[in-house]
């Protein structure tokens, strides 16, 4: 064995030390991680046997052989002579090897497709450092051509050896393996810290892999990558609960894999539902775990304490993880702070463990072209993912999603997707994904689809506890209220009650808020997005304790943007909304009126509203049809179908009580028709033939992005999320004090500090210094940047409080 080419190559090594790690043992390491990973597996075997069309054992050892080969392309003079000491101690001083630029990684599978065969597998194994550089000119070494050969020998050498250790009689020509990259990347991190420097070329390989595979093992465990549930259903998660409405539909449910879609009222448990089922599913070995995907930061911050004790009794040993760009700062008890874990050390690994809950920014990053996006995607398939307020999401995010649940339905995984208001359009387009039909217009509704398509349809046979919601119109050309009923919402919130208004853009609310503030000598509450990281988190964590299930609700005044219409339990007795599409209304109405308060532990309802009374702003119909291009104003340019918000009016303005959950899908069937009208003016059709262009425009760029292989960004870099969202991109806005000190104090050179201080503004706002060792401007308040109470606004502010 000691004769073998190979023996001469180093892998790893410690430049501190000048101990190195010979390369043979090092692809062996990395083995024993994925052989342990796939034995305590058995659902990741399954879903690789599935996709190769080979028996598990065969699967097994043919995914083992690529990962054997992930550094092929370091048998190759340019990467032995990034420390040219070591390799003239291992290969002699004979020949001489120029410095030279080289990607090992790329080079594995060019050399592979030249030496031996053109192989997808072998190209995903070779992007294990992040990505497969398709641009490079790949060129031989400017080196003596024995050295050439002998480097061409150790590869050819190596390859042989694996073929025989892994009793392959041939190199595997199968379809390509989805989670063979992500499978292979981790595999080389946790491989790369188990390194024990073995320097000798003697050792018995057999010897050493069966003393490596204890220590593969522990590393796994001790990363948070194997865990086993200890429990299944809802009983077992929510012992103190009574099963009601669609919970009530679980047992029915097939225990198998696919896309699972349920659709039922705001505050019914959807939430409890999909995870008692998920956990059916991993219990029965169809998955590793869950994630859950959310709109916003704030939305993912409530989930994650809401599911975070029944997190803890399905994987007690098991770390439960929060995946956004600022999940360092929430303080939930169920956050283990630990910097240093295998799993919190970036966004991409968080998936990677047995629950994690994310923003959706991160979980589509999984299909976009960035650095390691096969290690989210990786996360994501091995798992069942849980997408919640999957209506809310524009054509843009649509077409990524889509990718992301072909992507589940391609590896054998599964997914389920939560909402109150889907369209009918919509529900078709994400059936589609697993070749499923929508057949039924039951509401509430679970509608399940397997791998091969066949849909099943689940209705609940209780008549579900009906919520009326009394609406009126204030009817306002700018979509503000004027002083008469600024004064209302003061007079309500000064007698007791708990009263929200959400506007659809942050000028609007900033104005709405001045104009109050200055009227009353209560607090008045102010949140949208345009806070730096620090005060947006204060502002949060005030409103859920001051507007939540268990606040004390004294009478208060919340004015916010849509940051508060999703997943967050708060509870208002009377709400005012700007113009929106219905489904948006419809989960504003969710937090009306959203816990019973007579006769529970919770705090009462002031005395003054009988009634859950929603209140939209919009102008009049008259206004809208003399000029529907600009007569929703900011909320046109938020929801941009301008169909749907004149159509939403008009059903608002002709039915005064709403009737959950039995309005839902007539409602939003009725507004999201795809043809017109007849009472319907026939101007609107132009207007809407241009907006349904530009969905498509938008969707099918989403396509071609989440296609590119170019060079890709850095995961980490900031602006890798923006890319999940279309038109302009934000810019990260650092903020300081007019002394040159943080706004919220710290060093500018510690990441956390500077975050702390950071908004994301647009580009047209974002003002400043550029720093772009860091991706950001530097800001000073009141000379590059306004900011107070009010978050970031400009100028034309107080020019607009002064006209009104």
Known sequence: MTSAMYFKYWGKASKEDNRYHLLPYHCLDVVAVADSWLQQSPVLLKQISQQSGQS???????????????????????????????????????????????????????????????????????????????????????????????DQLARKQWIEFCLNWFNLDEIPDIANISLLAGLCSVSDWIGSSITNFTQQADIDLQAYYANTLPRAEKALKEAGLLSNIQGSGFDYLFSNYQARGIQTLLADLPIEMGLTIVESDTGSGKTEFALAYASELIKQGFADGVVFGLPTQATANGLFDRIGEAANKLFPDSIVTLAHSKAKYNESKYLIPDENGFLHQSNKRAFLGSM?????????????????????????????????????????????????????HEAYASVILLSATLPVQLKRQLLNTYQGEATSDAYPLITHVNLEGKTQHFTVDEQAEEKTTHNELWINPKQLPNLEQCQQLIDWAESGA?????????????????????????????????????????????????????????????????????????????????????EFLMQRMGRLWRHERVKTELSPRSECIKQPLFITLCPSLD??????????????????????????????????QLVFPDCYRAAINHIHGEQSYADEPEKLAGIVEKFNNDEDASYYSAKGISNQFSVPLNDVDPRSALLTREGELSQAVVLFKSDGSLLHGGDYKEQQDREKSTVSLSNKQAKGTKDTDNYCFKAIIDKDILYSELGVYDETLQQELNND
């Open 56 to 150: 598990k054992q065969q699967s097994k050892a043919i995914v083992l052989f690529f990962i054997a080969l992930h550094d092929l392309g370091k048998f190759d003079a340019r990467f032995q002579n990034f420390l040219p000491d070591l390799r003239v101690k291992l290969q002699g001083d004979e020949y001489e090897v120029d410095d030279e630029p080289y990607r090992h990684g790329s080079y594995g599978n060019y050399y592979f497709e030249k030496e031996i065969i053109e192989s997808g597998n072998m190209k995903a194994v070779a992007g294990h450092h992040g990505f497969y550089d398709d641009s490079i000119r790949f060129m031989p070494p400017d080196a003596d051509e024995e050295l050439i050969e002998q």
């Open 356 to 408: 994690s809950v994310a923003t959706i920014d991160q979980i589509l990053m999984g299909v976009l072209g960035i650095k390691h996006q096969f290690v989210r995607s990786f996360g994501t398939r091995k798992s069942v993912l849980i997408l919640d307020e999957i209506h809310s999401f524009d054509a843009y995010m649509g077409g990524l999603i889509e990718k992301v649940l072909k992507g589940q």
């Open 498 to 582: 708990m009263v929200g208004v959400i506007c659809n853009t942050v000028k609007d609310a900033q104005l709405i808020y001045s104009v109050l503030s200055g009227k009353t000598e209560m607090k008045i509450d102010l949140f949208h997005a345009r806070y730096t990281v620090e005060d947006r988190r204060k502002r949060e964590d005030d409103v859920l304790n001051r507007y939540g299930k268990h606040a004390k609700r004294k009478g208060s005044l919340l004015i916010a943007t849509q940051v508060i219409e999703q997943s967050l339990d708060l509870d208002f007795d009377v709400l005012v909304s700007q113009i929106a599409p219905i």
């Open 623 to 656: 206004t809208v049809e003399q000029n529907f291009e600009t007569a929703y104003a900011g909320s046109g340019f938020v929801y941009k179908n301008i169909r749907v918000l004149y159509r939403t009016q008009k059903y608002l303005e002709n039915n005064p």
